[in-house]
């Protein structure tokens, strides 16, 4: 499957009001503000599309000076994260900045593009979208693959067939 934007987000100087605004003005929904290592966010959707509220703490993380606002990057949902950076470096983009772990809920591979513009990739999908993945494991790994796999694993342990009663 091809890689779906699915995220969006703003650098923005007042996170709560933010949120509070585009809560009223556009109906979406939204997360619990939550404090990470390099920003405290908001996630915001209609269902499709994240938009992340990102008020940054510092420079780390985020590339930009503090109190800059604006679109600070967006984001793919992708099915094979090496895959998937493999074909972002051979056309030409540059890894940035890993945000946590693959398996992180939150996990973002982030980029440049040839301008400088940040995006990023993620296995998962993000938190109030319709193509997020629940309760995942792995993600270094196509989901095709990990579909075959499980198969697999499911016929090596699957019980026994029961024999046929035997008539009374």
């Given amino acids: 499957m091809a890689a779906r934007i699915r995220h969006i987000a703003l650098c923005v100087k007042d996170i709560d009001a933010t949120a509070d605004f585009y809560e009223k003005a556009f109906g979406l929904s939204r997360t619990k503000k939550h404090e990470g290592k390099t920003a405290w966010s908001i996630y915001m959707s209609d269902g499709e599309v994240n938009l992340a509220l990102l008020q940054y703490k510092s420079e780390v993380g985020s590339g930009v000076a503090p109190g800059w ?100």
């Avoid at 996990?107 to 593009?113: A, G, L, P, T, V």
């Avoid at 193509?131 to 796999?149: D, M, S």
Wanted: aromatic share 12%.
């Fill in 69 to 168: 606002t604006g679109i600070h990057h967006f984001g793919f949902q992708c099915d094979d994260l090496p895959a998937q950076q493999k074909q972002i470096e051979k056309a030409g983009g540059k890894f940035f900045f890993d945000l946590g772990e693959p398996e992180d809920e939150g996990f973002e591979r982030k980029f440049y593009d040839p301008n400088g513009i940040v995006f990023d990739i993620n296995w998962k999908g993000w938190q109030l979208t319709k193509g997020k993945v629940k309760n995942a494991k792995g993600g270094l790994t196509p989901a095709t693959k990990r579909a075959a796999a499980r198969k697999k694993v499911a016929k090596k342990t699957a019980k026994p067939k029961q024999a046929a009663r035997k008539k009374k």
